[in-house]
Every structure is written in C-alpha cells, then in structure tokens.
C-alpha cells in the first residue's frame, strides 16, 4: 500500500507531486528545491550556499513529517547547475549535515536550468518505516 505526505497541500508543488512516498517499507523524497515548504511563492535565497542550506532545512522537515531522519537516508541524487564552478560551494555547506560515518551514497547530476541546487531523491531503508502510522496522513495542516 502507498502512503504519502504532503507538507502544505495548497502549494504549487502538491499538485505535481508528494513530498514523501511510503510503500513498502520504503521512503522515497524526490524533488526538494530551497523553496519555503509552508508558501512557495517566498523569493529563493541568494547564492549556493544558502540553497544547499535551504534544501537540507526543507529535507529534515520531510524526513521528520515521515517519523524519519538523517540517518535513515542511504542514497541521494544532487542536481547542480554550472556543477564545475559550483561543486566546491555546494560540498562546503552540505559537509556535516550527515554524520561522518552515516554518509549516504551521493550522486551530483550536473544540469543546466532551474535552482542552483536541488536534491532530487532520497531512498530511505524499509525496516525504518511503519507505514500504518501513515495511513491517510498528508502531514502538518
């Protein structure tokens, strides 16, 4: 059975997607741009330090929404664009956000248009998700 969670129903992004997918015993998180999750129409911040920020911010928001963490995340794909001037940066504000011996695998997609950084997917591990603790949920209102 699929479940999913929605942070703010009425934002731009609920209409295209979920903000967190559980079926079974997976978490899947796709999509997380340095957007505000509660208003989507707040301007993006300024430079690449402050997105990546930003994104991690709006992750751990999600991962809590699904009774998750930073630990539970084994995988994670990065769109970045102008990755060649911009992978240093993003690496200087993403360090440390994961515990040094929880360090999932990572992936930088180098892309051309859209937000200067965006962690597109997360897969989480099944045995972390109860997923009859989200029958019907759709998140904080």
Do not use: C
């Not at 699929?2 to 731009?12: L, W």
């Not at 994961?98 to 937000?115: E, Q």
């Amino acid at each position: 059975m699929m479940h999913v969670i929605s942070i703010n129903q009425q934002s731009a992004r609920a209409k295209l997607a979920s903000d967190v997918v559980l079926v079974n015993g997976w978490g899947i998180v796709s999509g997380v741009g340095p957007v505000d999750l509660e208003n989507d129409r707040v301007p993006l911040p300024e430079g690449i330090e402050k997105q990546t920020k930003k994104v991690l911010a709006n992750l751990e928001t999600l991962l809590k929404a699904a009774g998750l963490g930073r630990e539970h995340v084994v995988a994670a794909r990065v769109y970045l664009v102008e990755a060649p001037r911009l992978l240093e940066r993003l690496n200087s504000a993403y360090v440390g956000f994961f515990a040094a011996d929880r360090l999932p695998a990572r992936t930088v997609i180098a892309g051309r248009n859209g937000f200067r950084f965006v962690h597109p997917g997360l897969n989480l591990p099944p045995r972390h998700v109860d997923e009859r603790k989200y029958r019907n949920h759709r998140g904080p209102r």
